[in-house]
């Protein structure tokens, strides 16, 4: 069920807030496009109209939609499986699918590497030499298996919130079962379909850990590799705004999709909860599924990490403690102003939905797109030029963490609120509550399943996050990854892999108190 | 619940502040591993305290020439010539007095704006059940000869020690030379690789035979049992080029006589023991004692090529690469 709502007028202190955020990630841009505007034409000239860019911008097409295409294949049945089927075990499978969102990909590409090939830990644990991925496979092999979580989140959301008398309705007409999935339940997913693959499409888009390591030229592999060589801001500037405009394609055609959407319940009284569905003779298939892609996907990565431990000596003591204690006084605040900021954005894009809201919304995926590097650089150039006391704080690492990942926040609290009727508010707004306490007392229960998937998404991405807290933190400031980053570039796996499992178990635990949270 | 936000951002505010402020601020482009060893002894030996500030070389250099005047860096550890040259054009650096730079046995630059601290020496790797050393050159030159190993070949255009090599070719054959010996190799189809450890796990895997690194990379790599080994080409030979690490202070500092002892300290024997001990790396003054897998400290500089590391230009060389496809 599909229906628009007619424009209204949105209150000015919510445009004013979606405004302001929609302004500070954009700064960054603003940064870019001055480094950028110091470029010599001649100079400029080489740089743009380079043969190698035409094949750069094809294998990045041919990446991003290949994983936008594959994660759906492991997320939409993986979702469903544990909210609408009677598998057993759901939350813990819940869990486990949601944790490969934590391995970082220049770890996890690595690992595969290094676990495949003749005297690789595959062949020592099965005789037998695997194939090494690389190149355009290998890089779509290694992305869908770490990025599918993001979907797989979002479409979890959308499917516990669905509306149940929908489905039934078209089933108590005779509509078969599969069908009535494709005409009702699948459109009602669309926004989290949508925000879904614009995430991982984004990610795709920026990656550089995993496609260097398997020697696939995307566009942002050569903007890095530029970028890290080159020394030079403004060269480096024009690569990124190249790729922000690839960006600005992506969000074109979700915005393009989206239009005019409105998916929540119209049927008086509480939701209620949804009948599960049998898998009947299917179980054994839904379980071996399940199984490898858990293998996959965290075992994998899992077992290489701690196979380094016993082929690597290790000798050095190591400062676990530290870097767990400063991974998360930066990564926990940054997911909760992230989501904090997003809560205004995502409100004015689904219940005023316009030019401006969207325009404000699509904002927050440039910031997401820009690369970190750019970034970080803007940053410094604007706090030591307005606020000189803040450069080098926790505070300004937070608030980088919170703008570049605000795009992950949006998109489960926005699917939520596509699912919240606007009638509530409006109920509550005519028995006499302000705006925002309508929003808070009547919307923000029903939400709160989004809302805690956006703390955490933005948690696990601030956990692996690496040129954002090498450029902005305090000095002296070290986190697990960067741990694990300085230890595996040197080749000193062992002393690399503690900090690893620590990424992994932190981020399990999180991930598992909040689906426990998420039960009620 | 504003309040309370207010409240965590002022307290984590405050936390930043107090963090911010120390006595020796480094940046540093080598990695976190193979400095915090020597900065954690040199804090218990003086009592001074160090923060480090880790990144690459290039981010770090762009986040120096953004934060300009108001940088509140004091020494710059790089981890390539190329680099430091850099910081030392941009006119970061300040110049070190001679007391400092007559420790180093070689390697000080004209500038005399860094002290070398650690050596390390380009060499060909290769799989030691594959290829035999007989059938390796002499010279990096008679490289794209062995058309045997046609797609069997790693190396790393994007690497820093790559570049500084292809500099260094630049700088003792000429620009035409260099770029066909670039063309002629690219004709063997070589495999990029942007890190050295994962181009040592390809050839442990069978994806190549050959690979252009550093030294210390493959006996990392040896010390765990992988079956590689490292060919020196010829003394003299620009395929055995030395890389020179260093460090430098800014013009920033407000802390010149801590960050001239931290030098100073980074050059005695008990910290320069520290390179060959754990990380396979050559220091720069004498007396120290070299593990077995590294050669005798006068053999392996002889080995290099004798240039001005200042004059190795790195700008040239990124067009060059670029100009011929490879970045």
């Known amino acids: 069920m599909v229906y628009r709502i007619a424009n209204r007028k949105a209150p000015a202190a919510l445009v004013a807030t979606a405004l302001g955020v929609g302004s500070l990630v954009l700064a960054p841009l603003a940064y870019l496009l001055l480094r950028a505007l110091q470029a010599e034409p001649a100079q400029l000239g080489s740089i743009l109209f380079r043969a190698q860019n035409l094949e750069l911008f094809l294998n990045t097409l041919w990446l991003v939609a290949g994983v936008v295409v594959f994660t759906t294949l492991l997320a939409l049945p993986l979702a469903w499986l544990t909210t609408r089927s009677n598998l057993r075990g759901k939350r813990l499978f819940t869990l486990l699918f949601a944790l490969p969102v934590v391995v970082p990909g220049y770890v996890g590409a690595y690992a595969l590497l290094a676990s495949t090939g003749p005297g690789g830990l595959l062949e020592a644990l099965t005789q037998v030499a695997w194939p090494r991925p690389s190149g355009y496979w290998g890089s779509l092999f290694a992305l869908t298996l770490f990025t599918y979580p993001y979907l797989f989140l979002n479409l979890r959301t959308a499917f516990l919130g669905l509306d149940p008398s929908l489905e039934e309705s078209a089933r108590s007409l005779g509509v078969g079962g599969l069908e009535a999935f494709g005409k009702v339940v699948l459109p009602q997913l669309r926004p989290a379909l949508y925000a879904g693959w614009l995430l991982v499409g984004l990610h795709a888009l920026g990656d550089f850990g995993v496609v260097s390591l398997m020697r696939y030229p995307t566009f942002s592999y050569a903007v890095y590799l530029q970028y890290s060589a080159s020394f030079d801001r403004i060269y480096a500037a024009w690569l990124a705004l190249m790729l922000l405009s690839f960006t600005v394609g992506l969000l074109y055609l979700e915005s393009r999709f989206l239009r005019g959407l409105s998916l929540s319940r119209v049927a008086r009284g509480a939701s209620r909860k949804q009948a599960l569905i049998p898998l009947g003779a299917w179980r054994p298939w839904a379980y071996l599924f399940a199984a490898v892609v858990v293998m996959l996907s965290l075992v994998g990565p899992v077992l290489s990490i701690l196979f380094w431990t016993r082929q690597f000596p290790f000798d050095s003591s190591f400062a676990l403690l530290e870097g767990l204690y400063n991974s998360a006084r930066a990564s926990l605040p940054a997911a909760l102003l992230a989501t904090l900021l997003a809560l205004p954005v995502a409100y004015l894009g689904v219940r005023y939905p316009g030019p401006f809201s969207r325009m404000v919304e699509r904002t927050a995926y440039l910031g997401f797109a820009t690369p970190p590097l750019a970034f970080a650089l803007a940053l410094i150039f604007f706090s030591l030029r307005g606020v000189p006391a803040l450069y080098q704080t926790l505070a300004l690492l937070v608030l980088a963490y919170a703008l570049h990942f605000l795009a992950e926040a949006i998109g489960p609290v926005r699917a939520a609120l596509y699912q919240t009727p606007p009638k509530l508010e409006e109920a509550a707004r005519s028995l006499g509550s302000g705006a925002l306490e309508a929003f808070l007392r009547a919307s923000f229960p029903l939400i709160r399943r989004g809302v805690l998937a956006s703390v955490a998404l933005v948690f696990l991405s601030c956990l692996k996050e690496l040129p954002l807290t090498f450029l902005l933190s305090p000095v002296g400031y070290n986190t697990l990854a960067t741990r694990v980053w300085g230890y595996t570039s040197e080749a000193m796996f062992a002393e690399a892999a503690p900090f690893a499992l620590l990424i992994v178990l932190l981020s399990g635990l999180f991930m598992g108190m909040l689906l426990a949270q998420d039960k009620s | ?327």
């Open chain 2, 1 to 327: 619940m504003k309040r309370v936000w207010l409240g965590i951002m002022l307290v984590l505010f405050g936390l930043g502040l107090a963090y911010a402020q120390s006595s020796l601020t480094i940046y540093s482009g080598r990695s976190q591993a193979l400095v915090e060893p020597l900065v954690k002894a040199f804090q218990n030996e003086s009592g001074i305290k160090v923060q480090v500030r880790y990144g690459r070389d290039a981010e770090l250099l762009a986040a120096l020439q953004e934060e300009g005047k108001r940088s509140p860096a004091d020494l710059f550890w790089g981890n390539t010539s190329g680099a430091l040259g850099q910081a030392a054009e941009y006119g970061l650096l300040l110049k070190l007095g001679s007391s400092l730079l007559s420790k180093p046995v070689g390697f000080v630059p004209a500038s005399g704006t860094w002290t070398p601290l650690s050596v390390r020496f380009r060499v060909l790797a290769y799989r030691l059940d594959k290829v035999k050393t007989a059938d390796l050159p002499d010279s990096v030159l008679d490289l794209p000869k062995l058309s045997q190993f046609k797609g069997r070949i790693g190396w790393t255009p994007s690497y820093s020690s790559f570049q500084d090599f292809i500099s260094a070719m630049r700088l003792m054959y000429g620009e035409a030379k260099t770029k066909e010996w670039l063309l002629a190799m690219k004709a063997l189809e070589p495999k990029a690789y942007t890190s050295n450890p994962s181009m040592i796990e390809a050839i442990r895997a069978g994806e190549i035979d050959v690979a252009l690194t550093n030294h210390y990379y493959v006996l990392r790599f040896v010390k765990v049992g992988y079956p590689v080994g490292s060919h020196y080409f010829a003394s003299g030979d620009v395929g055995s080029l030395a890389l020179v690490t260093g460090a430098g202070i800014l013009k920033t500092s407000k802390h010149i006589t801590e960050a001239t002892r931290f030098l100073l300290w980074l050059l005695s024997p008990k910290a320069q023991q520290f390179f060959p001990g754990e990380v396979f790396e050559y220091p720069v003054i004498k007396g120290a004692v070299l593990p077995p897998t590294l050669k005798p400290l006068e053999e392996a500089l002889a080995r290099s090529p004798k240039l001005d590391f200042e004059k190795l230009d790195l700008e040239g060389t990124l067009k060059l690469l670029r100009e011929v496809g490879l970045l």
